[in-house]
């Protein structure tokens, strides 16, 4: 592949809602540039970003991919990612290696979920953007419609730069509102439209648009405005100059039309990405720790080499690839470079540039550009290489934390010797997952966005790296604790000839905070017990209340003060007082009011606004608490605090519940006490499996 400098580089992140046609597009835009022989298409399972085989069977974007379209003597890097709710971290991490974004609107739908929290993500990563109104070939789409919704959430600043010509199946071509000229298509074609006049119904609409992006592109310049208000117009290059301008400060977002499917304006789309959006030195830069001190980086390819590791990849048969953007200086094969985050040395050899699966080499890349190479030994998303005695380190993204944990079990055991490297394997790839042990449970549990998300993950351990797991729901981790006080002695007195057995002890036991865990005071005096069977007394309470009382989970949030009691010269010993201090706190519990306690979490569930009445009854039944809503444009926001129990099949019901059109986060909060029926129900099912744990025994 021909090496581009940095000046001839667009980097284009592709994002929208799930099924509003990004892989689509992108496969009509690298047809019409001669980077695909035909017209591939997702439900043929054909297309060039779309290669991994849950991708191809579920027909959705599962993983981001890099495809590369070269128009008009400018490389294209166009960063297909996913829109659906549970792996759109993905495309906020890819969103760090573009410098602008194609934002996917569906024209029957409008702007949903997904396209406002990707609008946010290119928000924060303060990207010039567009607007594609998008499948504007099927029935019931509408231009107008789904422009309103448009400026509706995203404000007057999203401004038409074309008007479609025909409307559903006649949908042909696009008025360029710049120029002034329609182009006509070819449904299923080469996606180069033929130049020509504006049809004459159209004329006035198309005056009408032209006026109103007119004064848009003056607005923010006194030297324009001043121009249009003199003659009430502008040339097109002072349109265009406006225009530009006016992306690069986030006030103005262009609005194109498009049929992905039956590649209409994918040229347009081209030119219009190779002509107005910046190329990576036109930018700010990364935002970057230099020396220590907070930075922003231009990029520039003059001085020493440093890139960005955005994404990884683990292939059973290549092993792990590193897609990096190069921030600074140039590249070239095999390049020994410092991965700064992790203190260590790597060569990069075979550097290549992604065409979705397929790696394409190259002998060096540019800063601005995007690039990939294989086998890197401790590099992983997030890192950043450089030349040595560069102290630069990019600053990685800040991903959600996973929302669903469930339990993962190995079929067999041999699945077991294998599951933990194939798991990390797939964390190298996957930033939204977390895998661990809990301590209290014991299970492994593996946690992602949702329950698709994670079934994925186990789909690939199987095909993939060859171990069969099963997902299960967690077990809740309950505690216990105590509402009441307690005064009582433990006393262990046991004779067998010869040295006898003695320690006794006056314990006092009360309940501390929430989130205080455990506090032991000795408060003896005049050594009715000697200090070195102290820590004894201490050690018993505390392997007892291991164990709990009431249902068999760890006791938390109390204190145990330890202030009188009496010992024997020859029979005590520290195994005497720590048995004493178990029957001490065995007695103290029957008095202090034991109960058990539940984690609480905490909700965010983002949804359309037309579903807030029902999810707030849902999650009212599920014991939640409303602590409170927002509504951004289409979308309403409801955090809440909901039992963890009540929420491990939360994914599935929600997805049923709105047409699999809502999101939802979750994270641990605090433990509250469980209300009386829910606990003796739960104190019955742990006395029923440990009744049954002994008969299994015998």
């Known amino acids: 592949m021909k090496v581009y400098e940095s000046k001839d580089i667009r980097n284009v992140g592709v994002v929208g809602h799930g099924d509003s046609g990004k892989t689509t597009l992108t496969a009509g835009m690298l047809f019409t540039a001669g980077a695909a022989n035909r017209l591939l298409r997702v439900d043929e399972g054909n297309t060039i970003t779309d290669f991994d085989d849950e991708e191809i069977q579920r027909k959705i974007t599962i993983s981001t991919a890099i495809a590369v379209a070269e128009w008009k003597k400018t490389k294209l890097n166009l960063i297909d990612t996913p829109g659906y709710n549970i792996f759109i971290n993905d495309a906020k991490a890819a969103l760090a290696a573009a410098d602008s974004a194609l934002v996917l609107v569906d024209g029957v739908a409008g702007v949903e979920v997904q396209t406002e929290k990707v609008w946010s993500f290119c928000e924060e990563f303060k990207l010039p953007r567009a607007i ?3 499948k504007l070939a099927r029935e019931r789409s509408a231009f107008d419609r789904a422009l309103e919704s448009v400026q509706t959430n995203f404000g007057r600043s999203a401004v038409p730069i074309q008007i479609p010509v025909g409307a559903e199946r006649d949908f042909k071509g696009v008025i360029d509102l710049i120029g002034m000229k329609a182009y006509t298509y070819t449904p299923d074609g080469d996606g180069k439209g033929k130049e020509g006049e504006i049809p004459g119904d159209m004329a006035d609409a198309a005056q009408k648009a032209h006026e109103a992006l007119v004064e848009m592109a003056a607005e923010g310049d006194d030297a324009l405005m001043e121009e249009f208000f003199d003659k009430g117009t502008l040339p097109v290059e002072h349109i265009i100059d406006g225009l530009k301008k006016g992306m690069r400060e986030l006030r103005i977002f262009p609005v194109l039309c498009a049929s992905g499917y039956h590649n209409v304006g994918t040229d347009q789309i081209l030119s219009f990405l190779t002509d107005y959006m910046p190329s990576p030195t036109e930018r700010d830069g990364a935002k970057a720790t230099l020396n220590g001190q907070e930075t922003t980086q231009k990029i520039t390819a003059t001085g020493p080499a440093s890139a960005f590791v955005f994404k990884t990849t683990a292939d059973p048969f290549s092993g792990r690839i590193t897609f990096f953007k190069v921030c600074t200086g140039i590249i070239r094969n095999d390049s020994n470079l410092q991965n700064v985050t992790r203190g260590t040395s790597e060569r990069l050899a075979h550097l290549s540039c992604p065409q979705g699966k397929t790696l394409q080499p190259v002998t060096e890349i540019y ?24 102290n630069i380190a990019y600053l990685p993204v800040k991903l959600a934390e996973p929302s669903i944990a469930f339990a993962i079990e190995a079929k067999s055991r041999n699945d077991e010797d294998r599951m933990g490297n194939a798991v990390h394997k797939v964390l190298e790839e996957d930033q939204s997952l977390r895998f661990y042990r809990d301590p209290q449970t014991r299970e492994f549990l593996l946690a992602g966005t949702g ?7 186990v789909s690939r351990l199987k095909k993939r790296y060859g171990v069969d797991v099963t997902l299960k729901a967690p077990k809740i981790p309950y505690r216990e604790t105590i509402r009441g006080f307690a005064d009582v002695q433990g006393r262990h007195k046991k004779q067998t000839g ?25 408060e003896i005096f005049g050594g009715s017990i000697p200090k070195n069977y102290i820590p004894a007394v201490e050690k018993g309470i505390i392997e007892t209340a291991e164990k ?24 005590s010993s520290e195994l005497a007082f720590k048995l004493a201090a178990r029957k001490a706190f065995k007695a103290a519990m ?8 539940e984690p609480v979490m905490n909700v965010e569930i983002q949804a359309p606004v037309e579903y807030a009445g029902d999810l707030m009854g849902d999650l009212n039944g599920r014991r939640g608490r409303i602590s409170g809503m927002e509504t951004k444009g289409s979308t309403q926001f409801i955090r809440a605090q909901v039992p963890m129990a009540e929420m491990l099949n939360y994914q599935s019901d929600l997805t049923a519940m709105t047409q699999g059109r809502a999101s939802f986060a979750m994270e641990f909060d605090h433990y509250d006490f469980v209300p009386q029926l829910q606990a003796e129900k739960i104190i019955a099912a742990a006395k029923a499996a440990k009744t049954g744990e002994e008969e299994e025994e015998e």
């Open 498 to 522: 010869g040295h006898g057995q003695f320690g006794d002890c006056w314990i006092k036991m009360e309940p501390l905070p929430r989130g205080a865990k455990f506090e032991f005071a000795n």
């Open 367 to 390: 800063a601005g550009d995007i690039g990939a190479v294989a086998k890197l030994r401790d590099t992983l998303t997030g890192d950043t290489l450089a030349e040595k005695g560069l």
């Open 451 to 457: 329950q698709q998300h994670v079934e994925i993950v």
């Open 548 to 571: 709990g009382y009431l249902a068999g989970y760890p006791m938390v949030d109390f204190k145990v003060t330890v202030y009188d009691g009496s010992y024997h010269d020859v029979d």
């Open 590 to 597: 029957q008095e202090a009011k034991p109960a058990l306690l």
């Open 132 to 134: 594609i109104i998008n």
